[in-house]
């Protein structure tokens, strides 16, 4: 019998090689999972919201009972209220980003479910508390979450003018601009315990270490643009916002999740006009009802309806 050396893991084809005894090789071969799917939705984070009751076997969560496991299908979506408990975010004068964020967000949620009951919508704050960012994007891998949106209100210290929505997926700065929103927004971390060793040495501040974040989303930067793209089209069309576009920038709360992923800046809470739209309940409802929309058109494509 011809003698076979070991082979190496070949992870990407789910193929485990193992020798036994000199010369007699076999091989096992394990189901291939999505990278969605790194880990169990049972490790789910304690306290974490959830809008449909968690099923046990082989079932998937978030399904009806006799439904069949289909491809390209839109199961599980993850909504992240940006900011929360000690991190108010930007504020206007009389609004806190943490505030809106999670109106808006709790709005998206509720159209989802509502018009979608067979797609699981888990929260990763659905109160005023504080969420570590790393740990925002382990809720939506530990789900296998097949879509991350998460949702904020931008500030410009330059100018009262500037307005408008634009929302981002994860790459590198492209411009001036989109580094000090990551900067912003990334700057949380300073807050929370240990962020050195969480984080592996990345410093918020430094426009170098941020190059890193890159690498970690190419696998679904064409997704997470497109449905960038469908959110900023949605909110011109459907709320009549003015769109600052898609754009990209190294925003930790996206990093190193496994599924496409945005974030979403709503408007400037430094524009009083833009401020009092989005504090109002009309403004609220036109802004998920507009990424609602995109939802809805992006699930239609995945789904090949």
Request: charged letters at 25%; one cysteine or more.
């Amino acid at each position: 019998m011809k003698r076979f050396q070991l082979l190496n893991i070949i992870k990407s084809r789910g193929v485990t090689t193992t020798v036994l005894a000199p010369g007699i090789v076999t091989t096992l071969v394990v189901v291939v999972l999505p990278l969605l799917a790194l880990t169990s939705p049972d490790l789910l984070s304690p306290g974490l919201t959830q809008d449909t009751v968690r099923r046990t076997g082989s079932q998937e969560i978030g399904t009806t009972p006799g439904t069949t496991d289909t491809p390209n299908q839109l199961r599980t979506i993850v909504l992240d209220a940006g900011h929360g408990g000690k991190d108010p975010g930007t504020h206007g004068r009389y609004a806190k980003e943490k505030t809106i964020n999670l109106d808006l967000i709790l709005q998206l949620g509720r159209k989802i479910k509502q018009n979608h009951p067979n797609v699981r919508v888990i929260y990763t704050r659905a109160s005023d508390h504080f969420v570590d960012l790393y740990e925002r994007g382990a809720i939506a891998n530990r789900s296998r979450a097949d879509l991350f949106i998460s949702i904020h209100c931008n500030a410009s210290p330059s100018s009262s003018r500037v307005y408008g929505t634009e929302t981002y997926t994860l790459g590198l700065h492209r411009t001036q601009s989109n580094l000090d929103v990551a900067r912003r927004e990334n700057a949380v971390i300073l807050q929370e315990k240990n962020y050195q060793q969480t984080y592996k040495g990345f410093d918020p501040r430094s426009p170098l270490a941020t190059i890193m974040l890159a690498n970690y989303q190419n696998a679904f930067m064409s997704s997470s643009i497109n449905f960038a793209e469908k959110v900023e089209r949605s909110f011109r069309q459907n709320a009549e916002r003015k769109s600052n576009g898609v754009k990209q920038a190294g925003f930790i709360v996206l990093w190193k999740t496994t599924m496409p992923s945005v974030l979403i800046e709503s408007g400037y809470l430094t524009n009083p006009a833009e401020e009092d739209f989005l504090r109002s309940d009309e403004g609220q409802e036109e802004i998920a009802e507009a990424i609602y929309k995109a939802f809805v058109r992006y699930k239609q494509e995945v789904e090949g309806e």
